[in-house]
């Protein structure tokens, strides 16, 4: 399955058209997927970054009471971590604190997705002008909402960290500790 989604998103002569229209029409099923452990499988065994970037990008837009239509950048990413609310709650019960570790996890995900696509790799065009990208030793082009500072991230995560103690108390469950490090 993995291999043929990311076939599927290299065919089409813009892989990021191609990754929106697959993503959209498979994160109906991600919702219904009833364990955690079965939705990390899914995400982590992705071999398309952009497809895995997009799929956490609608999970997180449908977490958040007030979606943005910006693109995806490292801006938006800090926007999710404002403004998503603890992830859907899905078919399994689980504990409250699970779900705020299972968010922790996706959005190290979708970090590591996006850093993967437009700065390491030219994922955003064609396989055939891509080969053309890495002769040229052409440097990906960073956006403008990709220029975050150090500021900003400080007082997202403390704003992030706030609102988990609100829900949670303290002290956090080695887990998270371990996945907010991870994720400043």
Known sequence: LQRMLSMAVEVDRSPTCSSRKIADDIFPFILNIPLRSQREALLNTMESQLLRCRLLELLFQHSCDVPTTSSMSLDKILYFLSHSSVLPQFQDETATWQRWDEMLQYLSLLL??????????????????????????????????????????????NDFISRMQETLGQPFPPQIQEKLFMLQ
């Open 112 to 157: 590591l997705s996006y850093q993967t696509f437009p700065l390491a790799e030219h994922l955003r065009t064609s396989v055939s002008d891509r080969m053309d990208l890495i002769a040229q030793k052409a440097k990906p082009r960073l956006q403008d909402s990709d220029d975050i500072s150090q500021l900003d991230i400080h007082l997202k995560m």
